[in-house]
């Protein structure tokens, strides 16, 4: 069988392999938590330091190749020293997204891999169109809750899991005791690859959305699912479709990620021993 074909007939099976694999090249017997950074947040890893591993995912069972500018691909292991505590952090480099139309099994793959090599929390990060009118481009925001409006889901078969505290509130109160002016939100999850119609987006402030983005929801169902407590930062940048009556770009999203990407990376130094 080919690592493709693990990959869908077993993802479980995958993920494993590839966390041995992980374990086996970085010496680490159980890191401790994974960072997944997406569009724009790839400068914020800089504030971890110097990687103590680092190789591109593809190497790994179960990776797809990159395809999209600003997602590198890399998966790096860092040590993260503070307070007397020494830990080990995970970082994947950019994600598969729903709209490459690979299936949801690539998707969630790195977090399954990730819990299995002993990841405990996983922090999730996006860039994402802001739907409420009080956001301004340039802004993180705490994901407090979602809606999936794809309607696909990681898991199959019998497996009613209870997604009250996805997003870990444990997690965002000592995220907001480091930093007072995050704000919370809820983030809806778009398949993508188009943007939303004015509409659509009308249609998600009325439900309820706060943030609108195409990652994060699948990935945080599947380390949930597999016992690890998530944090998800949406970085607002750019407003959604008919806020502002300006069209979307790619080049928006990337240069308000790396403006607010060092102050992000500094607070997840700060922040991330206390979690544990
Ligand atoms: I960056 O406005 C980014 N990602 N669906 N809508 C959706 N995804 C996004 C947007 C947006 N901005």
């Known amino acids: 069988m080919t690592q493709s074909e693990l990959l869908y007939s077993d993802p479980m099976a995958a993920a494993t392999a590839a966390a041995h694999e992980i374990i086996e090249r970085t010496g680490v017997a159980a890191h401790d938590i994974a960072l997944v950074m997406g569009s724009g947040w790839v400068g914020a890893v800089d504030a971890l330091g110097t990687p103590a591993y680092e190789c591109n995912a593809e190497e790994l069972v179960g990776f ?3 395809t999209v500018e600003g ?3 890399k ?3 860092y040590i993260i020293e503070s307070e007397g505590k020494e830990l080990r952090a995970l970082v994947f480099l950019g994600r598969t997204h729903l709209y490459e139309g690979k299936g949801v099994e690539p998707v969630v793959h790195s ?3 990730a819990v299995k090599a002993g990841c405990k929390i996983i922090i999730l990060t996006n860039a994402c169109g802001g739907i409420n009118l009080k956001y301004s481009v340039g ?3 705490l994901i407090r809750d979602h809606i999936s409006l794809t309607a696909v889901s990681p898991l199959s078969g019998a497996t009613f899991v209870d997604l009250t505290d996805l997003y870990s509130k444990r997690i965002r109160a000592i995220v907001k005791a480091e930093d007072s002016t ?3 939100g809820v983030y809806a999850h778009w398949r993508g690859p188009t943007y939303e119609t004015p509409a659509e987006i009308l249609m998600m402030r009325t439900m309820g959305a706060d943030l609108v983005g195409m990652s994060t929801v699948p990935e945080a ?3 949930h699912a597999l ?3 998530i944090l998800g930062i949406s970085l607002v940048t750019n407003a959604a479709a008919g806020v502002t009556g300006e069209k979307l770009n790619h080049e928006e999203v990337i240069a308000a990620g790396k403006a607010a990407a060092e102050r992000m990376g500094a607070l997840l130094k700060r922040v991330i021993p206390k979690l544990f």
């Open 221 to 223: 169902i599947a380390a």
């Open 75 to 77: 998966v790096r292991s």
């Open 64 to 66: 797809l190749p990159p």
């Open 139 to 141: 802004q993180p925001v």
């Open 71 to 73: 997602h590198s691909g």
């Open 111 to 113: 977090v399954r891999a």
């Open 182 to 184: 995050l704000d919370e």
């Open 227 to 229: 016992g690890a407590e």
